[in-house]
């Protein structure tokens, strides 16, 4: 009778863990609904305020932001800031993988610790799931200290699925970098055994009062990963004006409701966008709230949609047939959609009516709006809006335009394809 009941407890098991798995992948996004369109335009202060409240931000005025385009200039940038650092670097990644380009963060890292700077890293227990303990070993015994969160323990299972996916680096809590990059020779080397080119990514380059929440940010997933507070005041110095953009962070940790702040930014900006909505993206996967504030901006307002997302380059083929799959209803309202050839591109750029930019680790997908950690800056600036202009715009030169028909017509196998993907789309 034991052992009877012993199976029946095994299967009961067996289907619990059956019906969270099947609530995981099939349960449906939620619903993101602007009722009304925001009454202020969107170089007004109500505008700001309202978008900073959302995010359960503050504006800053007087920041700083330089965009670095690709591995080459970027990863150039954050080493040379970490080899300046003074008293803290705090670095928090998804991917973190072994190879020429950690190799070099790790050694400026090392020395700066011996050096006596604090250095404190944060990296995702999947995404640098390769990168074992033995390779972090040297940067632990100059005094660095690195956590992975959410590691594949039993207590940490009902959270699993919840990743880190913020690419976050804050120098002496005066200098900040947030973007789509995370560490590894594909952004800055010719990689595979077909040589393919480096990835195509952008990342920002941050200084003012806005860097005190970038801090901020990482010293939630730091205490998640230690079970340390950030409390000396050397991590939160006093700062002032560096530049001339208005900028905000926004930062996403999804709840168990499934709203999380960057959806609602991201949600609100579309519905703002009186002429132009820019989307430079990895994975394009919107859910029917996005792709239908898109459609309504594109008849009611007139607004010029372009999308720019991966080709036959793509790293994640199954994600790519699922996007594919939704590009009919923006395409058949008048949206541009251009597959880029070179390479993967796996920058993440929005960029409204020419004076709103959003960038930072942030998908068009559902992991990104549901389930992941994410970090963006949304910043209020024309002219750094028109410097991520004009890298779409040679973005797009080295892209192939998706015609609606063209789209209509594709094979059947790749149809077949789209329905696997939109099993698991949830999960991408």
Known sequence: MESIAFIALQWVAILFLGLMLGLALFEPSLPY???????????????????????????HAGCRVEVLTNGETFYEAELEAIRQARHSVNLEAYIFGKGKVTRRFLDALVERAKAGVKCNLVLDAIGAFATWQGYLTELRAA??????????????????????????????????????????DHWAYTHGRKNKPRWRDTMFRIE?????????????????????LLTEPGYFPELSDSGHTSAMVVCSTPTTGRSARNRMVYQTLLAAAQRTIEITTPYFLPDRSAWTEMVRAIKERGVEVTILTPGQHSDHLLTRRASRRLYGPLLK??????????????????????????????NFDNRSFGINDEINVAAFDADLAGRLQADFGRDLLSSHRVTYRKWYRRPLVERAWELVGWLLERQQ
């Open 33 to 59: 609904k602007v009722t009304e369109v925001p009454a202020d335009p969107l170089d007004s202060e109500g505008f700001r305020r309202l978008l900073a409240s959302l995010a359960g931000s503050h504006s």
């Open 143 to 184: 005094g660095g200290r690195v956590y992975f969160y959410h590691p594949l323990q039993w207590y940490t299972l009902p959270r699993i699925n919840n990743r880190t996916h913020r690419e976050l680096i804050v120098v002496d809590g005066r200098v900040g970098f947030v973007g789509g990059a995370g560490f590894a």
């Open 208 to 228: 003012g009062r806005i860097v005190r929440d970038l801090q901020s940010v990482f010293a939630e997933n730091w205490l998640e990963s230690s079970g340390e």
């Open 333 to 362: 309202a008048g949206a541009r959609i251009h597959e880029y050839d070179p390479t993967m591109i796996h920058a993440k750029i929005l960029v409204i009516d020419g004076v709103w930019s959003v960038v930072g680790s942030t």
